[in-house]
């Protein structure tokens, strides 16, 4: 069966991600599907995830995955309900918004948010590093906790980028800043740092009850320039045992699994009232380099390619099947 809508059918898609338009030939790749070994992934039911969420609000906090993977919910759900924008703050990249479904009461939104923790965004007439806060998260989401019933956050490739680090008021080091006089001391513990900050946040401020479910990392699939058509050529998926998780794409997935878990055992007997869950998209998402818009972004002769983000449809869709069932485990506990 095919997706549950296109880019027609579905006016929300963000132009970048819109690969039918943008005259990408092949079909394939919006009709594999994932297959877990030991239990059948039921089609994603958007009456169901509506029922789910009447009356109450999932956002989606992050980077540009955590919007992607929020377009496409929106689109699976505006098969069966027609999604009203009632809040747009941030341009036309859907930094911040919120749908309202109101056949069921239910909102949808989205929040920018590249480090989860408070951060400072590198800017043409600013410095050209980011800066992270670690021991505080980022307020232009937290301030809304007490109003949001389910989140999902998504971070990752951000953290590649040159940075400061603070903590404490103090400079912890940095990551790749020449001409710096500070330590560097590379990414991965500063994801670690990041991820912990934001889960015993959310478990002290919601004590009361919220479910946190954390997108791990999807990796990447250039294979060439940017700037060169062929950057993320492959129209099929990779076959099973042809491409292994291994190498930054395993150790972010490994950080913030491991960060899950840990923050669960953390919160001890309050289990039932902050539900927290891993949102393992990494492994299958590596098995789907077909899936990237590539050259099919926009026009002009040099095309910056995306090998990063998903069509829509894609293969992104399969993150919110799994989420449903995620969410429907949770609310069994």
């Not at 740092?193 to 946040?201: D, E, I, S």
């Amino acid at each position: 069966m095919g997706p549950l809508y296109n880019g027609t059918t579905c006016g929300t898609i963000k132009d970048g991600q819109n690969c039918m338009s943008h005259g990408r030939p092949d079909l394939g790749f919006l009709y594999w599907r994932w297959q877990p070994q030991e239990c059948q992934l039921p089609r994603f039911d958007p009456n169901e995830f509506l029922q789910f969420f009447a009356d109450r609000h999932i956002a989606f906090v992050g980077d540009s995955m955590a919007r992607n993977q929020l377009e496409s919910l929106v689109c699976m759900l505006s098969s069966v309900s027609p999604p009203n924008l009632v809040y747009k703050n941030g341009g036309d990249d859907n930094k911040f918004r919120r749908w309202h479904f109101a056949s069921h009461n239910a909102s949808v939104s989205i929040y920018w948010s590249p480090f989860l923790v408070k951060g400072v965004e590198k800017s043409k007439n600013g410095p050209d590093h980011n800066e992270l806060y670690l021991d505080r998260i980022d307020e232009r989401w937290g301030k809304d906790l007490d109003g949001i019933d389910t989140i999902v956050l998504s971070i990752g490739h951000w953290f590649l980028h040159p940075a400061v680090y603070l903590e404490d008021g103090k400079v912890l080091g940095c990551h790749y800043c020449p001409g710096l006089n500070h330590t560097e001391i590379g990414f991965y513990d500063v994801l670690r740092k990041a991820v912990r900050t934001t889960l015993n946040t959310i478990s002290d401020r919601r004590g009361d009850g919220i479910d946190v479910i954390l997108t791990t990392f999807s990796p990447s699939h250039f294979e060439g320039d940017w700037d060169k058509f062929g950057a993320c050529p492959k129209t099929e998926p990779y076959g099973e045992g042809e491409k292994l998780l291994e190498g930054m794409d395993a150790d972010m997935r490994k950080i913030e699994v491991e960060e899950v878990e840990s923050a669960r055992l953390g919160i001890g007997g309050n289990q039932k009232k902050v539900r927290l869950e891993a949102l393992d998209v990494t492994r299958l998402s590596l098995m789907r380099p077909d899936g990237h818009p590539g050259p099919y972004i926009g026009v002009g002769e040099r095309v910056q390619n995306d090998c990063v983000h998903w069509c829509l449809p894609g293969p992104v869709d399969t993150w919110n099947q799994i989420l449903l069932q995620v969410i429907k485990r949770l609310r069994r506990q």
